[in-house]
């Protein structure tokens, strides 16, 4: 196949931009730690409730400005609803769902995630500004989808 | 000589230590992946080799056998579990396979494929596709964990990959086979 | 020389090649996994218990030594473990119950230890015995606090542990002998359990004629 | 002496399509009835997502028995699966008929099974929409459980896209038996490629479909999950690029011509559609990167896989430009940018594709963008996605095709446009345009503040973030009411086009290749060799995550109604 010499440098340029932004991504991932968000255990999801630590759920803290929040989603909340903590924590959150497919987000911060059941997901994020933040489902789990929110008041 | 600049540069960014670390971490990745890459790496650098060295292919490889033996016992060295797992953990295994994947399994490969007549072609896809499916159920069915490395579940998926594998060689086998291309071309 | 000729020799060049390459490759066509070269390698060169401090299900604490003059068949587990570890002990049951009655204690010790300290409090290892009828005393199951000295004991002893994303590990099995001087003599395969029990007695008779 | 040859060769196909081509009438009267369904289709899908637009705004409330997911389930459907379904069957069959000189009698009869099966799927799907039994959205992730009459009407289309595929098949090979050593017509080509790739992706959904239909019924107890996800994610992006490759078959034949140019290159053209094919099934799981369930390193895999296919898009843009700078060069366009002038910019069938094509490049930039880790959890699941996908989806493709009916239907009807309709088209092309803008954009920016995507009218009980998204729904709901108007305009111009138009000749414009282009080598036609390596790069992608999935599958997940 013969080529155009501008045709050349065009194609070079897209491997560029590709490898290039590969190896942004697989730095930022692996380098500092700042991959998505990956949970590998399992759950049984009809036993959500006996199964620790998710039959009690809340937020545990576990350091010094460090909190685990043990979380359920189920339709349509998420348990627990209210999260407080002091600016400057980091939160390990630790979510399954009870029934169908959410999703969780917390606005104004890189928390997003899918949370299906059987599977146990989770994310971390520091929280440096006092104020509220309202976690949401993005993922549409039915005909109360828009209501299901929660907050996390940093103080 | 684009080509085998190309292939070079493929190899080198292959040798970069954490594209090294990520395409060993996962088992298929290694197997099914890094190490094909290499052997195109290899391949692209041919015209090169050939115009360096005329004479000697069309010495020493004329008609193409020794070359396909050659690239045969590399990647059947390379399928035992063990040398996976010394790649991994034996600096010398790790620079042979970096030497041993392009120079020894892609460079004879390329020269030989042209030289081979049709039924060399047919007899080597047919090995290859049974040897794979062979060690495709190998993978799938060892109760041991045959890779002190990687996980038993990785080693079943890299048995499903050696089947996939096995199955597009021998399609394509087939279709060369059944297809009377002449009808169409 | 005409090409044809040549490529003969080159074909024999490579034939030769590769024999030699799977000669080395795989130590004389023996070993083409690398456990195989483990336990080859561990036979041939016995490295010496290192010296750890065991915590067994009676919530005793003692270092190995405890053990001197004694073999000591090991085994390496952790109790979350769901597919192999089981099968494991059970062959360990086996082997405790085929080995003439008068050895046990006396000549040798059965010992599993785990390797997930972190679960694997004296408490669960005490129920986890009372699944395989071990007694606690002439077969102890004990687990290592110091990671340290656990590491070095399995870098020494060749036992890979991969933690999955699960909290599970992934390990290889095997059965460990070690002599009365503390030094590992004998790797053997933990399916074949008759052979163990046979190997096993033959060596405990030998030394017992040598000491009498 | 080898331009001499070609020189020969493009004149006798010329010659030929003079004589022979053109679209057989009983070929044009399956098209024709296609497009009417997709149009139809266009129509209703359009007006609900106006009053979807008006809801998420808060302008409006939709009554309690159609609410907003249903007529949210309903919008995607239609327009996801039937307008541009139906449109790129009738598109094809009418080029396939044109270029290879008439479908053969039993591949127009596959084409009528075709259409009956997927009106059938398509009622059954709607009537269970309906009457509430289905608000599962069109990506029906389980456990969420709709009616299996949902899940078996959507067999139904399947089925019927299936034996369209098999259709042009039979078509193609029989005019290579007829037509030795000569290359299939690039539409054909790009045909063919396009129902390889609908085949192939549409394989792992219909796998999932069919384990959800006993499961539905209470047949079986339970689902796996993420399984599932991964089956449907595994059509979902090839999905979007069977219409994306539809899209470029326009600008690579079509448009050339329109604008009075050659083809680019013709070996290009057919390697882009190759590697769109081989590439293109594993591009589906960046859907999947906030998932849990799949370790990092084999995401990062899957980044590589997914961005791979930007490069024959990326071979596209460069194609497309070289193309225009020819084109307007020959018509005297001076300077560096003089060429840019003479194109025909008062001509609709230039004009919406042009605009598509321009569209794709902030869209294909921001698609890059997304499969990358940490980018894509900022945007997952907000309305940035549905921003994005209203500019791919809703302009790059939806004008393209606008542009191809303002000539194919004509064409079809033997009928022509006259200048008046070019000017209306003209406008309804503007109109689009500026409607999407004002909507995509107003996602695109809400999205990075942090708005869902599939989400009705809600405050989040007076969040104050929640409320700072309020004005840019307006926005939203703006652009959707212009976007409603063009929807009428272009559906009353294609029904005016096929029935009411004066009568006339129009042509089915093919361009044909440079005198001086070097002849395309033979192996790009070898399909089989094609198909061999789609499956290995399939497996590649697909093999580590299902044994996966499969083996340390959680207990599965009994069906849920939350609607």
């Keep these: 196949m013969k080529m155009h010499r501008f045709e050349e440098i065009w194609l070079i340029f897209a491997v560029v931009i590709i490898v290039g932004s590969m190896v942004i991504t697989g730095y930022q991932a692996f380098a500092l730690g700042m991959g998505p968000p990956s949970g590998k255990e399992v759950i049984d999801p009809q036993k959500v409730d006996e199964t620790a630590p998710f039959d009690n759920p809340g937020v545990f803290e576990v350091g010094d400005k460090e909190y685990e929040v043990v979380m359920t989603l189920q339709a349509f909340s998420f348990d627990p609803g209210e999260i407080e903590i002091p600016a400057g924590s980091t939160v390990h959150f630790k979510m399954t769902s009870k029934d169908v497919v959410h999703g969780v987000q ?50 | 000589m684009k080509q085998a600049k190309y292939g070079l540069i493929l190899l080198l960014f292959l040798m970069v230590p954490p594209v090294i670390e990520l395409s060993e971490s996962i088992m298929s990745i290694h197997m099914h992946m890094q190490m094909p890459l290499l052997g195109i790496a290899g391949m692209l650098m041919v015209p090169y080799f050939k115009e360096k060295f005329p004479r000697f292919f069309e010495k020493w490889n004329a008609n193409g056998i020794p070359g396909i033996l050659l690239f045969m016992i590399i990647i059947i060295y390379w399928l035992f579990p063990r040398t996976m797992d010394e790649a991994l953990t034996v600096p010398y295994v790790e620079v042979f396979k970096f030497i041993s994947w392009p120079f020894l399994a892609g460079v004879p490969l390329r020269d030989s494929w042209g030289k081979l007549s049709e039924r060399a072609k047919g007899i080597f896809l047919i090995v290859i596709g049974i040897i794979y499916t062979g060690m495709g159920f190998l993978y799938l069915f060892a109760e041991d964990q045959l890779c002190n490395n990687y996980l038993v579940i990785e080693q079943r998926a890299l048995g499903w990959g050696f089947l996939f594998i096995a199955l597009s060689i021998l399609l394509y086998y087939a279709q060369d086979k059944l297809i009377d291309h002449s009808k169409y071309e | 020389m005409s090409n044809k000729k040549r490529t003969t020799i080159s074909t024999v060049i490579v034939l030769v090649f590769g024999f030699i390459l799977f000669y080395i490759g795989t130590d004389g066509f023996q070993a083409y996994t690398a456990e195989t070269v483990r336990t080859n390698a561990l036979i041939e060169n016995s490295p010496k218990f290192p010296e750890v401090t065991l915590e067994d299900s009676k919530k005793r604490t003692y270092p190995f030594s405890e053990f001197e003059g004694k073999y000591v068949f090991i085994t390496f587990i952790y109790t979350a473990c769901s597919d192999v570890c089981p099968q494991l002990e059970v062959n360990v049951a086996e082997v405790y119950k085929n080995i003439p009655e008068k050895f046990i204690g006396e000549d040798i010790v059965f010992l599993s230890i785990s390797f997930d300290p972190k679960r694997d409090t004296p408490e669960v290892l005490e129920k986890y015995r009372s699944y395989f009828n071990s007694d606690g005393e002439t077969w102890r199951m004990a687990r290592i606090n110091d990671q340290e000295e656990l590491d070095s004991l399995l870098n020494q002893f060749g036992v890979i542990v991969i933690p999955d994303e699960q909290g599970d590990f992934q390990h290889n099995s095997a059965f460990y002998l070690v002599n009365p001087e503390g030094y590992l003599t004998d790797v053997l395969d933990f399916t074949e359990t008759d052979e163990a029990v046979e190997k096993v007695t033959e060596i405990l008779e030998k030394e017992a004629g040598d000491t009498q | 002496m080898e331009s001499a040859v070609n020189q020969s060769f493009v004149q006798k196909t010329s010659e030929r399509t003079m004589k022979f081509l053109g679209t057989n009438p009983k070929d044009a009267k399956l098209s024709l009835t296609f497009f009417a369904v997709s149009f139809v289709a266009l129509l209703i899908g359009g007006f609900l997502g106006l009053l979807q637009g008006l809801e998420r705004a808060g302008v409006i409330t939709m009554p309690a028995w159609f609410d907003y997911y249903q007529t949210l389930t309903t919008h995607g459907i239609l327009l996801i699966l039937i307008f541009t379904g139906a449109f790129l069957i009738g598109y094809l069959y009418a080029g396939v008929s044109h270029t290879l000189g008439g479908l053969l009698p039993k591949v127009r009869k596959m084409g009528w099974i075709s259409f009956t099966l997927i009106v059938i799927g398509t009622v059954v799907v709607a009537s269970q929409i309906l009457i509430g039994e289905a608000s599962v959205l069109y990506t029906f992730y389980p456990p969420m459980a709709a009616s299996p009459w949902f899940y078996i009407g959507l067999v139904f289309v399947v089925l019927g896209i299936w034996v369209a595929a098999f259709g042009v098949f039979i078509n193609v090979a029989n005019w290579r038996k007829r037509n030795k050593g000569q290359h299939v017509p690039l539409f054909s080509y790009f045909a063919t490629g396009i129902f390889i790739l609908l085949f192939v992706g549409t394989l792992g959904v219909t796998y999932e479909v069919l384990t959800l239909i006993p499961w539905a019924f209470g047949w079986t107890d339970t689902v796996n999950v993420m399984l599932s996800r991964t089956l449907f994610w595994s059509f979902g992006h090839t999905l979007v690029n069977v219409w994306y490759l539809t899209a470029v078959s326009a600008w690579y034949v079509a448009v050339p011509r329109i604008i009075g140019g050659r083809q680019f290159s013709d070996t290009l053209a057919r390697a882009v559609v190759f590697l769109l094919v081989v590439l293109n099934v594993p591009g589906g799981f960046h859907h999947q990167i906030v998932d849990p369930g799949f370790s990092e390193g084999l995401k990062f895999m899957h980044v590589f896989m997914s961005l791979s296919i930007g490069f024959p898009s990326l071979m596209t843009a460069f194609a497309m430009f070289a193309m225009f700078e020819r084109a307007g060069r020959k018509k005297g366009g001076k300077g560096l940018l003089g060429w840019f002038k003479k194109l025909p910019w008062k001509d609709v069938r230039f004009l919406a594709p042009f605009i598509a094509m321009a569209t794709f490049i902030p869209a294909g930039a921001g698609g890059i963008a997304q499969t990358n880790f940490q980018l894509n959890q900022v945007v997952h699941n907000t309305l940035f996605i549905t921003g994005h996908f ?121 361009a044909e290749v440079e005198d001086d282009a070097a002849p395309t080598p033979k192996w790009t036609e070898r399909w089989s060799v094609w198909i061999v390596l789609m499956i290995a790069v399939i497996s590649m992608g697909y093999v580590i995550p299902l044994v996966d999935l499969v083996m340390n599958a959680p207990p599965g997940s009994p069906p849920f109604k939350t609607w």
Excluded at chain 4, 429 to 445: D, E, I, K, N, R
Excluded at chain 4, 492 to 508: D, N, Q
């Design chain 4, 390 to 510: 209203h500019l791919t989806v809703g302009v790059s493709v939806a004008l393209t095709f606008f542009g191809i009916a303002y000539w194919l239907v004509p064409h079809l009807s033997k009928r022509v446009m006259t200048p008046l309709v070019n000017k209306l088209a003209i406008w309804q092309v503007v109109l689009w345009t500026v409607g999407m803008a004002f909507m995509s954009g107003a996602m695109h920016t809400v999205g990075l503040f942090g708005a869902p995507r599939r989400t009705s009218f809600t405050t989040y009980n007076e969040s104050a973030q929640a409320l700072g998204w309020d004005p840019y729904l307006i926005l939203v709901a703006v652009g959707g009411t212009l976007l409603l108007v063009s929807v009428v305009m272009v559906v009353c111009i294609v029904f005016h086009l096929m029935f009411k138009a004066p009568k006339g000749e129009t042509e089915f414009p093919v």
């Design chain 1, 106 to 155: 917390i606005v104004d911060t890189n928390v997003n995630a899918m949370v299906p059941p059987g599977h146990i997901q989770t994310i971390t994020q520091k929280f440096d500004e006092p104020g509220e933040y309202l976690i949401l489902c993005n993922e549409y789990c039915g005909t109360g989808h828009q209501l299901m929110s929660a907050t996390v008041t940093v103080k």
